[in-house]
């Protein structure tokens, strides 16, 4: 996965969704913490993996890479948005992983992006990023994959702006 080039893309998207929305970046922080928390839960909803009362699968795997990137162009975002010019992939691969463990990673995640609203710190994004990876590998997904569908998604991004979304 070529993060360099996915944090270009993804600063281009946003300065373009600015522009067409007139809006000025340093108002969104908080929104984009936010759309990224939904963004988890939408992603959660479709794994399932929190749903001990239902015998109901989980979703196709690309509806779940859909939403996990989705997620990705919020977390590549805050980054952006507190600096950071450059990330690295974890150097350790995880394995997929059981419900309970990814039920851990979301609320990991969770915890760790509420705080982002206070504590504005590189350090803090390079470790939401790293933890997002983390959630991508344990939910079974490659780099390559990952790669793939963001770049499909940001695709439909500039779509949508296109036809005035
Ligand atoms: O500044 C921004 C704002 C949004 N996005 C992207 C992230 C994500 O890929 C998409 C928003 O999510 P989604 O596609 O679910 O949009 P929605 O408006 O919530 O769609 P729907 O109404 O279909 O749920 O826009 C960015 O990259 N930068």
Redesign the pocket.
């Known amino acids: 996965m070529n993060i360099k080039m996915l944090m270009n893309m ?1 600063r281009n ?2 300065e373009r ?1 600015l522009r067409e929305h007139n809006l000025k970046n340093e108002e ?1 922080y908080k929104k984009r913490l936010l759309a990224f928390l939904v963004e988890l839960g939408e992603l959660a909803n479709e794994t399932r993996s929190f749903k001990y009362w239902s015998m109901k699968p989980a979703s196709e795997e690309n509806e779940i890479l859909e939403e996990y990137v ?1 997620g990705l ?2 977390v590549l ?1 805050i980054c952006l948005d507190l600096g950071i010019e450059a990330l690295t992939l974890p150097t350790e691969r995880t394995e997929k992983e059981d419900n309970d463990i990814i039920t851990d990673h979301f609320l990991g995640l969770y915890e760790h992006t509420s705080k982002l609203a206070e504590h504005r710190l590189i350090e803090s994004g390079l470790l939401l990023f790293e933890k997002y990876i983390i959630l991508g590998e344990a939910l079974g997904f490659t780099y390559e994959q990952i790669e793939e569908s963001y770049l499909k ?1 940001n695709e439909v ?1 500039h779509a949508r702006q296109d036809s005035g979304y």
Do not use: C, T, V
Request: aromatic share 10%; net charge neutral; glycine share 0%.
């Open positions: 993804q998207l946003n969704i969104l989705d162009h919020f975002s998604k991004n």
